[in-house]
Nanobody, 120 residues
Framework: QVHVVESGGGTVQPGGSLRLSCTAS??????MAWFRQPPGKGRQGDAA??????NLSNVANGRFTISQDNGKNTLDLQMNKLKPEDTAIYYC?????????????????WGQGTQVTVSS
């Protein structure tokens, strides 16, 4: 059983940066990912790493970077040039299903979520 814990988040002005961190305990996941859920909207995938291979959504590409430690049980999301529309609850997730990338239906271990607010 994998347990996921997130840290980071907070409030930042437009154009600012935040870093989210995630740690998975238990078995090393095949994939780890960050998803967001904006107010009143469904969950959307931002970035994932599966077996060392990264994948970023169109929204995240060019502004966000994702990194993982050599032990492959942590996942950091560096968010730059943040916009008000990036305001959301961000969730880290893990799965043993290979190549899941941004398929949220394939993830079975989820963190509690961390709030990111981008506002002037």
């Amino acid at each position: 059983q994998v347990h996921v814990v997130e840290s980071g988040g907070g409030t930042v002005q437009p154009g600012g940066s935040l870093r989210l961190s995630c740690t998975a305990s238990g078995d090393i996941p095949s994939c780890m990912a960050w998803f967001r859920q904006p107010p009143g909207k469904g969950r959307q995938g931002d970035a994932a790493i599966c077996s060392g291979r990264p994948n970023l959504s169109n929204v995240a590409n060019g502004r966000f970077t994702i990194s993982q430690d050599n032990g492959k049980n942590t996942l950091d999301l560096q968010m730059n040039k943040l916009k008000p529309e990036d305001t959301a609850i961000y969730y880290c997730a893990a799965t043993q299903v290979k190549w899941s990338f941004l398929r949220d239906d394939l993830y079975d271990a989820w963190g509690q979520g961390t709030q990111v607010t981008v506002s002037s």
